[in-house]
């Protein structure tokens, strides 16, 4: 229910509009202590009207950290590849799914997010306690489970509009509650 009200919502937006707010967000995310120290960053291209990501990869690039993008598999779980700007994005589509941009290049293999400092993750909506509302792939799900057994603890950091932090998710046993919340307007930390 909530997931189709927020996509609704989202599918009004403009692209004018998700280019304003794609800015401001990249602009608190990098005041964020977590992305200003780290050496490594997994994190995603947006699509459609997610909010943007663009100028926060390309920013984090030009400081010198390596980002880490996702390449989905065929079974939902995600390799990783080396974003090395917006020419070396390629645009595929997964079966029905919405095409997705990946980074061309080498796969790093699923284990590389244990690499990254900071892990940027999409979703739909989060709570006031840090619970996060996914698509309802499972392919984050995978990421967080697999860093938790690998013992790495990196800032967990969703990227949201101003109007998705909601009072409550739906959470499961298996979910994880993110470290920060970032919107356009600005943070909101858990940890």
């Given at each position: 229910?909530?997931?189709?009200?927020?996509?609704?919502?989202?599918?009004?937006l403009t692209a004018d509009d998700v280019r304003e707010t794609a800015g401001a967000l990249a602009a608190?995310?990098?005041?964020?202590?977590?992305?200003?120290?780290?050496?490594?960053?997994?994190a995603y291209v947006s699509v459609g009207s997610e909010p943007g990501t663009l100028a926060l990869l390309d920013a984090l690039h030009a400081r010198g950290v390596r980002v880490l993008l996702p390449v989905l598999?065929?079974?939902n779980d995600l390799d990783?590849?080396?974003y090395g700007g917006e020419d070396a994005l390629v645009r595929v589509q997964h079966g029905g799914k919405t095409a997705l941009l990946e980074p061309?290049?080498?796969?790093?293999?699923?284990?590389?997010?244990?690499?990254a400092d900071a892990v940027l993750l999409p979703?739909?909506?989060?709570?006031?306690?840090?619970?996060?509302?996914?698509?309802?792939g499972g392919s984050y799900d995978r990421v967080l489970a697999?860093?938790?057994?690998?013992?790495?603890?990196?800032?967990?950091?969703?990227?949201?509009?101003?109007t998705e932090v909601v009072e409550r998710v739906p959470a499961e046993a298996h979910d994880r509650p993110v470290h920060a919340v970032v919107t356009p307007a600005g943070v909101r930390r858990f940890r």
């Open positions: 229910m909530l997931r189709r009200e927020i996509l609704s919502v989202r599918s009004r608190r995310a990098l005041e964020l202590p977590e992305l200003a120290h780290a050496r490594t960053v997994a598999m065929a079974d990783w590849g080396a061309a290049g080498e796969r790093l293999g699923p284990t590389a997010v244990q690499e979703g739909l909506a989060a709570d006031a306690r840090g619970m996060r509302l996914g698509r309802g697999r860093l938790e057994r690998a013992g790495a603890d990196p800032a967990l950091v969703v990227l949201l509009y101003d």
